[in-house]
């Protein structure tokens, strides 16, 4: 990551305004806006490069600290308001920043937990959407994300799934007509799907042999595009330790999509 002073918000800021343009102001007129959105989006990106928040409200006191001179900013309440209603323009930020003609996307899933096991019964903010999942870790509750990455570390898909849906299941979701190769770990390597993905996008589902299978055969440039699968794992030890992707804080599940699209951008931003 580059050295970042805080001046620098408002580079950010005239980025954010290039690739999404601010709303228009109301016809109706009214009280003049106190805070747009996209100074609010700026807000939350940037405080992920500089001091990674949990939550909205510790992003609202590192504002107060820090840019309460250069930001006229609201109420809490209306804080969270506004960043709630500032979904739409995250998602699409997102998609304009994503690799999307990527040729050899790299594969793999984690799960993103929304409270503790012995607190799953009782969990009422993302119920009816969270679910129990298993991998080699053991059990976890919440969602799970799945994310397609370049070999550079870029993100050139993402998908978010409760946490017990397969991951072969989710291929669809991560490559398009520009990949040629999708590396993946052994449970992408399902035949049926790799076929599919053949058949509609000339894709090739790159997946390690299973370990009862007794040939075990494989081109040189194939081990060398597994060894690569290190990247994924990468990103999401950044995006978990350093970004603070994973949270229980939000009482909304618009709390927990603003904070999880919040952390996505701000990390795409920071691999240009």
Same mark, same amino acid.
């Given at each position: 990551?580059?050295?970042?002073?805080?001046? +620098?918000?408002?580079?950010? @800021?005239? %980025?954010?305004?290039?690739?999404?343009?601010? *709303?228009? $102001?109301?016809?109706?007129?009214?009280?003049?806006?106190?805070?747009?959105?996209?100074?609010?989006?700026?807000?939350?990106?940037?405080?992920?490069?500089?001091?990674?928040?949990?939550?909205?409200?510790?992003?609202?006191?590192?504002?107060?600290?820090?840019?309460?001179?250069?930001?006229?900013?609201?109420?809490?309440?209306?804080?969270?308001?506004?960043?709630?209603?500032?979904?739409?323009?995250?998602?699409?930020?997102?998609?304009?920043?994503?690799?999307?003609?990527?040729?050899?996307?790299?594969?793999?899933?984690?799960?993103?937990?929304?409270?503790?096991?012995?607190?799953?019964?009782?969990?009422?903010?993302?119920?009816?959407?969270?679910?129990?999942?298993?991998?080699?870790?053991?059990? +976890?509750?919440?969602?799970? @994300?799945? %994310?397609?990455?370049?070999?550079?570390?870029? *993100?050139? $898909?993402?998908?978010?799934?409760?946490?017990?849906?397969?991951?072969?299941?989710?291929?669809?979701?991560?490559v398009n007509d520009h990949t040629t190769i999708a590396v993946g770990d052994g449970t992408y390597g399902a035949s049926v799907?790799?076929?599919?993905?053949?058949?509609?996008?000339?894709?090739?589902?790159?997946?390690?042999?299973?370990?009862?299978?007794?040939?075990?055969?494989?081109?040189?440039?194939?081990?060398?595009?597994?060894?690569?699968?290190?990247?994924?794992?990468?990103?999401?030890?950044?995006?978990?330790?350093?970004?603070?992707?994973?949270?229980?804080?939000?009482?909304?599940?618009?709390?927990?999509?603003?904070?999880?699209?919040?952390?996505l951008v701000s990390y795409q931003m920071g691999r240009f």
């Amino acid at each position: 990551m580059r050295f970042l002073r805080s001046h +620098h918000i408002t580079k950010l @800021l005239a %980025v954010v305004d290039s690739m999404v343009p601010p *709303l228009p $102001a109301n016809p109706l007129g009214g009280r003049p806006v106190v805070l747009r959105q996209n100074e609010v989006i700026s807000l939350l990106v940037f405080s992920c490069f500089v001091s990674p928040q949990h939550t909205l409200k510790g992003v609202y006191m590192w504002a107060q600290t820090f840019y309460y001179r250069r930001f006229h900013l609201c109420s809490y309440k209306s804080w969270v308001r506004k960043c709630h209603q500032a979904l739409p323009i995250l998602l699409e930020l997102l998609d304009r920043l994503l690799e999307k003609t990527a040729t050899i996307r790299l594969l793999d899933s984690s799960m993103l937990h929304v409270c503790r096991l012995v607190r799953a019964n009782r969990h009422r903010v993302a119920k009816g959407l969270a679910t129990f999942g298993k991998n080699w870790q053991g059990w +976890h509750f919440g969602f799970k @994300l799945h %994310v397609a990455v370049t070999p550079e570390g870029r *993100l050139a $898909a993402v998908h978010f799934t409760p946490a017990n849906e397969h991951d072969a299941q989710q291929i669809p979701y991560l490559v398009n007509d520009h990949t040629t190769i999708a590396v993946g770990d052994g449970t992408y390597g399902a035949s049926v799907m790799r076929r599919k993905m053949w058949q509609k996008h000339k894709a090739y589902i790159l997946a390690p042999p299973h370990p009862k299978q007794k040939k075990k055969l494989m081109a040189d440039w194939q081990h060398l595009l597994l060894k690569k699968r290190t990247k994924v794992e990468c990103t999401f030890d950044y995006l978990k330790e350093h970004l603070h992707l994973e949270t229980s804080f939000p009482r909304s599940v618009d709390g927990y999509a603003v904070h999880y699209l919040r952390v996505l951008v701000s990390y795409q931003m920071g691999r240009f």
